[in-house]
């Protein structure tokens, strides 16, 4: 993998762990991940991975006509 | 670096700032924060694809009245120099 | 302009658009941008500006006056 | 800069995001707004200690899923090359 | 202090500044700071750094035997 | 790079991640989310210049704490090395 590919990579990463962290894990009373955060956040990393592709598709198609 | 080379960083560092800033907001905008499925629903879908296109719209004319503040604050500083 | 001054200038684009979108765009019923929505955005960014320039003042003034 | 020298840096900055990221997410998450002490808290030391692990946990596994589906999508790409 | 500390530093410095301002001071009735707000200031940094000491030992230990 | 030349590097970003702090923070204090109007309001403009005073002295008073603490630390580290 290229430096700005695996930069890209990590960027993403940070965000998602943040992110899904952020939006599913809420019960500290024990230090082991539940099935049900567990499950949230499979969910949720996948959610996000296919709204930044279709993302990528809209910002090509609309921003490069728009540029033309 | 060349001038042209210089342009295209830019214009690669702008889009991907655009880019960014987009995928951030619209996310906020279109997904609630509970996942019951991976898949984005179809009111997702919707939703994202209008908070594109508004995005991008909207950040264009921002960028045009940007440039536009920028030209009468030149013009405006000219005579003090 | 010069490089740095480019930089700012996209750093404060990417930063109004995401806040003027984010205070100014909540109906996602169709994909065109309201007259309403609009007209939000244009005083955003104006409001923004001369908040900026304000700042900007105080900033210098006070902060250098407390460095001497 | 070798190939060795720049995977540590990677590492270096993987690190450093992880850490910065679960730095931000346990102090939302475990330290309320107001200040009536400078210590930690017992309440809140129990916590922190939870939500690193957990952050920890968890972001291992999203780096595992995400390596997946790269895989994944650089495997559905090979015939179109 | 070398390059890459004093980066950290003026990174923690900017934000423990927002951090502890943003949660310690709402009231503009005057320009000066009260008592009360540079208390919880005092209180905020401290226990940030606690909190940011305590998560580097967890990260530290966990993160390394994960990696083993 | 000069040892001046660094400094003063430095000193130019200290002053950049001050500014962006203090114009982010006082505009969630004191910019409400809605727009009538793009002049800044008698009320809004009062509550900014106040709100950079308290911002830029709070900081400094923050500052020299974090100097004392490292301070503090670097002197307890000293038997140990």
């Keep these: ?68 | 670096m060349s001038q042209n080379a210089l342009m295209a960083e830019q214009e690669m560092e702008a889009m991907t700032l655009l880019f960014n800033g987009m995928v951030d907001t619209c996310y906020k905008k279109c997904i609630p924060g509970h996942y019951r499925e991976g898949d984005l629903t179809k009111g997702e879908a919707v939703c994202l694809d209008r908070c594109a296109a508004k995005y991008i719209d909207l950040s264009e004319k921002i960028g045009r009245q940007m440039t536009e503040i920028q030209n009468t604050l030149a013009a405006s500083q000219m005579p003090s120099q």
């Design chain 1, 1 to 68: 993998m290229e430096k700005k590919q695996m930069q890209d990579f990590l960027q993403l990463y940070s965000k998602l762990s943040i992110r899904c962290f952020s939006d599913c894990v809420n019960d500290f009373s024990t230090r082991t991940i539940t099935d049900k955060e567990s499950a949230c956040t499979t969910l949720c990393v996948e959610k996000f991975i296919k709204m930044s592709q279709r993302m990528s598709q809209r910002f090509a198609e609309q921003h490069m006509i728009n540029q033309q």
